[in-house]
């Protein structure tokens, strides 16, 4: 038997700090189908960075021109620049059965969300525990404590944005919190409702 | 952090001859916090079969009492005998955050979906193929070709139902299979509804 299925957008997001990137990498790794998608942004490349591989760099007024043309699915301003995600290749995911893995902020996540609510799965990703957050947070280079202290807080709100999500993954033992998205990836593969035909 | 929830009822229907019951099995076996539900009958125990353990036996007048007070979660009679889940045991389980496995028929599964809409997860298990299943259905004994034609239509019946439930799973290589219905068990129990508390 063989079916042929939507694709699924899997929106993966957490307070900065969970460890989230390298949850995603692996699950990446080690599933066939799964793609990440690439952001649009307006800032300048840093060394090392390609282009249509780390993000799609584009000055402002292209970016803008997409924004007005309502070819975004989601887009915020973060500090002095533009970043977001288009509408087309998620379309064109979903229509050929692919699956594309989109590693997103939390206002991102519900934009994509409301975007497209039956073939988007959004997952959250719990620190292991507060003090572990805590640290991490405050680990990232010598930073002042007022800037440690903002960063505390927003990760606390992030956190708070949990019920919002369909899925949750603790990110305790790495091992288990990959198996843990994993699962839920291939769960979402197997539902009914994003079958388009089955042959025999 | 530690995440408490509700308990989850797992009900796996399939055409007869998909396969099922080893799939539960080894499902059940190789995951913690999973118990087979056992139902009540009135057919006398079969030699080596246990009460308690792979059905409770009761007497008609018995089975029927508890039908009329309304304690069945799904019940049917088939050919002379009467077999029904009741509802107590799989309400203490979702209380008390413990999943229970229904290896069930289709009629069953949509009854306890809907004494349970949000509670039962519902899974369809598909054969690997219309040849392989036709093979399964004739292979069980030296039966007459008319019985034969009789279950493969009511096979077909069944398969059409699939629409009805919110997972598939395939059982064509069986490792696979397994493996697939092991990520819808754990995926579900990451679903964000499910949370009754967050302890950190």
């Known amino acids: 038997m063989k079916i042929k299925r939507k694709g699924i957008l899997f929106v993966i997001s957490a307070p900065s700090g969970a460890g989230k990137t390298t949850l995603c990498r692996e699950a990446a790794n080690r599933l066939d189908n799964l793609e990440f998608s690439i952001s649009y942004t307006t ?27 309502g070819e975004m699915a989601e887009w915020a301003r973060v500090y002095n620049h533009l970043y977001g995600t ?21 206002q991102g996540a519900s934009q994509i ?8 799965v959004t997952i959250f990703v719990f620190p292991p525990s507060l003090e572990a957050l805590r640290e991490r947070l405050s680990k990232r280079g010598a930073d002042a404590p007022q800037v440690i202290k903002e960063r505390w807080e927003k990760a606390e709100e992030e956190m708070a944005m949990y019920p919002l999500f369909r899925y949750f993954v603790v990110n305790d033992r790495l ?22 035909e089955t042959q025999w």
């Open 43 to 69: 800032r300048p490349p840093r060394p090392g960075e390609e282009n249509g591989r780390d993000y799609h760099f584009v000055d402002e007024e292209t970016f803008l021109e997409m924004v007005e043309k």
């Open 86 to 106: 288009p509408k087309a290749p998620l379309l064109k995911a979903i229509e050929a059965g692919k699956d594309i893995l989109l590693d997103i902020d939390i």
């Open 113 to 120: 969300k409301a975007a497209f609510p039956e073939d988007a």
């Open 175 to 196: 091992e288990e919190a990959i198996e843990d998205l994993i699962a839920v990836i291939k769960a979402e593969r197997h539902r009914v409702e994003r079958i388009k």
